[in-house]
């Protein structure tokens, strides 16, 4: 029903810069609170960031706050992810998910590659 396709993914050195962007298509976006996950290599996925419906409620890991910003915009089906001051440990494959009202199963994106070298 939804798909979600991220992007923005790429090489950066410690201390740089990144802008993620997921697009979401198949349904009512601006329903659905939306999340990014990161999995580093060989870790478990892990939780990033989180923006509520209307963008006004966001919630962050503390490994990311204040460096990370999450954001939306409805009109354009998209959620971004504003990464500044990258650090090595950053590094991971970051996933886009949609909380979906009664679906079977949560909707997630095939994910990104972000690498942030020292």
Request: charged fraction near 25%.
């Given at each position: 029903q939804v798909q979600l396709v991220e992007s923005g993914g790429g090489l950066v050195q410690a201390g740089g810069s990144l802008r993620l962007s997921c697009a979401a298509s198949?349904?009512?976006f601006s329903t659905y609170?939306?999340?990014?996950?990161?999995?580093?290599?060989?870790?478990e996925r892990e939780f990033v960031a989180s923006i509520s419906t209307s963008g006004e409620y966001t919630y962050?890991?503390?490994s990311v706050k204040g460096r990370f910003t999450i954001s939306r915009d409805n009109a354009k089906n998209t959620?971004?992810?504003q990464m500044n001051n990258l650090?090595?440990?950053?590094t991971a494959v970051y996933y886009c998910n949609a909380?979906?009202?009664?679906a079977?199963?949560?909707?997630?994106?095939?994910?990104?590659?972000?690498t942030v070298s020292p």
């Open positions: 198949g349904g009512t609170g939306m999340n990014w996950f990161r999995q580093p290599p060989g870790k962050y890991a503390n959620v971004y992810l650090k090595p440990e950053d909380e979906v009202a009664r079977r199963a949560p909707y997630w994106g095939r994910g990104t590659q972000v």
